[in-house]
């Protein structure tokens, strides 16, 4: 196994993870307003000096993903810019010596269900055969960021069988979504622990029943209409209702997924992704080389 930490693109990152003793990055660009709006070539500016980085540090880039992708039109075609820029990751990725691809299909309104789910297929076996010619394995996310729905065994049961060589990158902090304070993550691990083939790092503390597809709506319109934010933060939850505090600090049982990994011998990335509002600055940095700690104690395969 391999630990790393989700990071801008650029040389700072992998110089930061050479001092936490980790290694590898990984790098998301995502779509839109989740990406901050930057053009894959704007970010590909960063190439030489990243791999410059990565030779001087033996830091590599485990991963670069692209999820919240709206790559599917209102007929369920490919939007070529789109499909142009999930390209140029790709292209991005593989030159610095990437071996995943992380992506998404977000949810087409227009669509029915059906169409929805057979569109998705066709892009992701587009997706997964381009990135496989690249010399890389394709991950769909289980987040629902930017209206992804093939994150649950639901949509897991249609859309891998029909995508071969698709496998799942998953988080189970997104699984308290699906299964409320519990979560389903032990369920799902089990279920699907073959066709994980990367790993997120995040804690979760949840107080009561999830609302996170709330939350994920009010974002987005906070972000669409940012001139009513006042109004609309006094709506969201409160402060005591939910955080991302780091791995081995929440109540997730990661000594039983980490069980789960090893039972179907899992020996691929995890990736420490920072994710809370309250874990910030010098604690934040704190708990990053907490998780580091515990997290290096389950590791058993090297």
Known sequence: MKLGIIGAPEAQSLL????????FVEFDCNYGLYGGGRAIADIARNQDAIKKASE???????????????ILDAQGEIIPAEWNEVKALIDFG?????????CSVAWVPELTYYKNVTAAIKVLREIVAYAADKGMQTSIVNCM???????TPELWR???PEVPGLGIKYDPS?????GGQNGRYIEEALEFGKDIKYVHIKGVLQRGESREP???????????????????DAHRLPDNAYDN???????INWRAFFGILYKYFYDGCLSIEPHSSTWRGEKGELGVKYTIRYIRDLMILD
């Open 16 to 23: 930061h993870a050479k001092e936490l003793g980790l290694d």
């Open 174 to 178: 997104h699984s308290f979504v699906h």
């Open 158 to 160: 249609l859309v891998l």
């Open 214 to 232: 709330q939350d994920w709506a009010i974002h987005d319109m906070i972000y669409a209409v940012p001139e009513a934010r006042e109004y609309i």
């Open 145 to 151: 960021m930017g209206d992804n729905y093939i994150r």
């Open 245 to 251: 505090p780091p791995a081995g600090l929440d109540c």
């Open 56 to 70: 001087e540090t033996g830091v590599g880039v485990g991963a670069v993903g692209r999820w919240s992708s709206h």
């Open 94 to 102: 593989a030159a610095l010596g990437s071996e995943n691809y992380l």
